[in-house]
């Protein structure tokens, strides 16, 4: 299991501090802010991963300067990011975001609708699909928490046999979460409060 640390809100001390640690994947959610980190530690080797929502003008960026999307919620982003991912790069990691709990207000794609999304995004050309991500609406105790969570694993088993893939992935779990998230076989937990403390807003 990988620890995707999230280091949005938080100034490069803290992430250089967390580098020392020996972390060396780091999660952003806004653009701008991430291009500035991404480019103050050029000189190291980190993993950037993008967790935050996704406008369309925004992918170029994206697929410039990031290992990981974890946010592709609909076919045409997913489509300019293989179109703008540079050839000298290696494909771009990436995980479709699902709305688990079905609010309406959430972004992600709804569970039936992967099967129809899954076959075109495995045939783009610069893009690594490896899995699925989510954010489910918060829940009270360990045992409601896994609820959610146990839905994507199984979406994601699903879509390994029917398309016969090795998604590898379950982008799930933060601090409030990641007990219930890792019982449910997370693979890569993102966590921001429970590493860096309170975000400045
Ligand atoms: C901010 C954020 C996190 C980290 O949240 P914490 O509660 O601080 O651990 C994880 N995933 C996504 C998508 C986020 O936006």
Redesign the pocket.
């Known amino acids: 299991m990988q620890l995707l640390a999230?280091s949005?809100r938080h100034d490069c001390s803290k992430i250089q501090q967390a580098i020392d640690a020996g972390q060396t994947a780091f999660?952003e959610?806004y653009l701008q802010e991430a291009l500035d980190k991404i480019q103050y530690f050029s000189d190291c080797q980190l993993q950037w991963h993008f967790?935050?929502p996704i406008q369309s003008n925004k992918t170029r960026k994206l697929a410039e300067h990031f290992d990981w999307v974890?946010?592709v919620d609909r076919l045409k982003i997913a489509q300019r990011l293989s179109e703008q991912r540079p050839a000298d790069l290696a494909p771009l990691n990436i995980c479709l975001q699902v709305n688990v709990s079905e609010e309406g207000t959430k972004s992600g794609l709804l569970l039936h609708e992967l099967n129809e999304v899954v076959p075109q995004v495995i045939a783009l050309p610069n893009l690594c699909l490896r899995g699925l991500m989510a954010?489910p609406a918060p829940a009270a105790g360990f045992e409601q928490q896994r609820v959610p969570f146990q839905q994507l694993r199984e979406a994601l088993q699903q879509l390994n046999q029917q398309y016969q893939l090795n998604l590898d992935t379950l982008s799930m779990g933060?601090?409030?979460d990641m007990e219930a998230a890792i019982a449910e076989g997370a693979t890569i937990v993102?966590?921001?409060?429970?590493i860096f403390g309170q975000?400045l807003t």
């Not at 993102?190 to 429970?194: D, E, Q, W």
């Open positions: 999230v949005k999660g959610n967790i935050g974890h946010t954010i933060m601090s409030d993102r966590v921001g409060t429970a975000r």
